[in-house]
């Protein structure tokens, strides 16, 4: 479902900077369907999307992502640290890469993550 905190910030920052919704998601690079849907419709956002709004808005990536609904209650900050070391070898590697190959290694590790996530913390699917 869409997020009304979402569509909330997206119409201030709309209304700040003078813009319509049409308007903002041309200057942001979306297409202004995309920008409708993330505000409007039952579906999850992409991450490029919310990013690319993100990055026009000025704002930090992981606040859209939890405006989105993406992160919940989460706090993802850089301050977070990892505890693996293999992991923050590996994702700085990741992050040296250009955008379309850290997003393609990003979207496999969403699927593994909410593959491997237990059943108890899964949400529950709509045909219970």
Known sequence: MASKQLEEFVRQQCKEKGLSLRGLSIAAGLSPGTLHNLISR??????????????????????VWQLAGLLGDMDYGPEVPLTDPRLKFYFAKVDKLPENARNLIINMLKALADYFQPPDNKKASSTD
Do not use: C, K, T
């Open 42 to 63: 039952e579906y999850q956002p992409s991450i490029f999307s919310l990013n690319r709004l993100a990055d026009y808005l000025g704002v930090r990536r992981e606040y």
